[in-house]
């Protein structure tokens, strides 16, 4: 797998604590934030600690525990933002992108998590 982690990139440094987030949840291998640019009413970031690319990076070589704790965290965020449908929250939805078809911004591994109204269709035309 070719992949270089660009250690520079901004969610690297608000791991390192050198720029500031608006925090909604951290556990030991895992940050979530709200996002700078909201594309909805609730738009919060998930991102693992670790130097991840993107999905299937993540996936093929975080280790067991990382992948575990990514994956409750980001329905512990749903949970928190009183989002999630199980609680009478009113749904949301998960993106990740990776890559230039995917049109991915920051090149370390996230999950958007994005809900606060109808989402609309998944996928718009491509710009
Ligand atoms: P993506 O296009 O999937 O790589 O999305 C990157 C996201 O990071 C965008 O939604 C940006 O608004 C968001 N973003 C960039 N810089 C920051 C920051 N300093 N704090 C929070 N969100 C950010």
């Given at each position: 797998?070719?992949?270089?982690?660009?250690?520079?990139?901004?969610?690297?440094?608000?791991i390192?604590?050198?720029?500031?987030?608006?925090?909604?949840?951290?556990?030991?291998?895992?940050?979530a934030?709200?996002?700078?640019?909201?594309?909805?009413?609730?738009?919060?970031?998930?991102?693992?600690?670790?130097?991840?690319?993107?999905?299937?990076?993540?996936?093929?070589?975080?280790?067991?525990?990382?992948?575990?704790?990514f994956?409750?965290?980001?329905?512990?965020?749903?949970?928190?933002?009183?989002?999630?449908?199980?609680?009478?929250?009113?749904?949301?939805?998960?993106?990740?992108?990776?890559?230039?078809?995917?049109?991915?911004?920051v090149?370390?591994?996230?999950?958007?998590?994005?809900?606060?109204?109808?989402?609309?269709?998944?996928?718009?035309?491509?710009?």
């Amino acid at each position: 797998m070719a992949y270089t982690y660009d250690t520079e990139n901004i969610f690297a440094k608000i791991i390192r604590g050198e720029i500031p987030c608006d925090k909604v949840l951290e556990t030991e291998h895992t940050l979530a934030f709200r996002d700078i640019a909201p594309q909805a009413p609730q738009h919060v970031l998930v991102i693992p600690k670790g130097p991840y690319v993107n999905y299937d990076h993540f996936a093929a070589e975080a280790s067991e525990e990382e992948v575990v704790d990514f994956v409750r965290a980001v329905g512990e965020v749903c949970r928190t933002l009183g989002i999630a449908p199980g609680d009478g929250g009113m749904g949301y939805r998960l993106i990740n992108n990776a890559g230039e078809a995917g049109v991915q911004e920051v090149p370390h591994m996230h999950v958007h998590v994005l809900s606060g109204r109808r989402l609309g269709r998944m996928l718009p035309k491509a710009d």
